[in-house]
Structure formats: C-alpha cells, structure tokens
C-alpha cells in the first residue's frame, strides 16, 4: 500500500504527480527544485539554488518522517557540469556520513530554469 506524502514547507507539485511516495518503509520523492516554499521565488546563482533546493528535499524528508542520513540513493540533476564542485560543496554540507549513493547528470533543461534538481529514495 502506498502512502502519500505532502508538505508546504517544500515546492508544491507543479503536475500530476506527488511530492513524495511512502511503500514498505521506502521514501520516494519527486525532483525537488530550489523554489522556496513561502514565496514561489527561485534563488539566483547555483549555489543558492542547490543549498535551497536540498533544504526543500530535507523537509519533503522530514514530512516522512525520515531525514537526510537515511537516504539511500540521490540523483542530482545540473544545468552545466562546471558547477559540479559548488554543488558537491552545498551537497557536503547536508549529506556527511554515510553518504548515500548518487548519480549526477548534466540536463538541457529543468523546470522553471532553474539550474538544479534533485531526487531521493530513502529508508523511513
């Protein structure tokens, strides 16, 4: 059985589609764009995007009742590779022990422009 999971403390859906999936104890999230939550403003520069899109990932998690150190597995969407080490700097910042596995790929295109998205699946 799959358990809906839904806060406003991250970007609401911006399509048919859920912020989050709870079954067996398994989080899944939808992308998680660096919109803040209260206002519908996208920070500029990517690592402001990065450090607010993560924060909105962390409160999709907190909402499951889970959090950052028990994700599984991310996948981090980027506009341009070169800003690989400033994400990796702001990511370091929320993951930092047993960091989760991750994939990072360099996309043409996300939602709203923005520069980042990430996605996670954790444990609850």
Not at 57 to 72: F, I, M, S, Y
């Amino acid at each position: 059985m799959k358990k809906i999971i839904s806060t406003d403390k991250a970007p609401a859906a911006i399509g048919p589609y859920s912020q989050a999936i709870e079954v067996n104890g398994m989080i899944y999230t939808s992308g998680v764009i660096p919109v803040v939550p209260a206002t519908g403003e996208i920070p500029d520069g990517i690592e402001s995007q990065a450090d607010q899109a993560i924060g909105n990932l962390c409160e999709l998690l907190k909402a499951a009742g889970t959090n950052a150190d028990n994700v599984v597995k991310t996948t981090v969407f980027i506009k341009n590779m070169d800003d690989f080490s400033k994400v990796n700097e702001i990511y370091s910042k929320y993951f930092t022990q047993n960091c989760p596995a991750r994939s990072c790929v360099e996309v043409a295109r996300l939602p709203k422009d923005v520069l980042i998205e990430i996605e996670a699946i954790a444990i609850k």
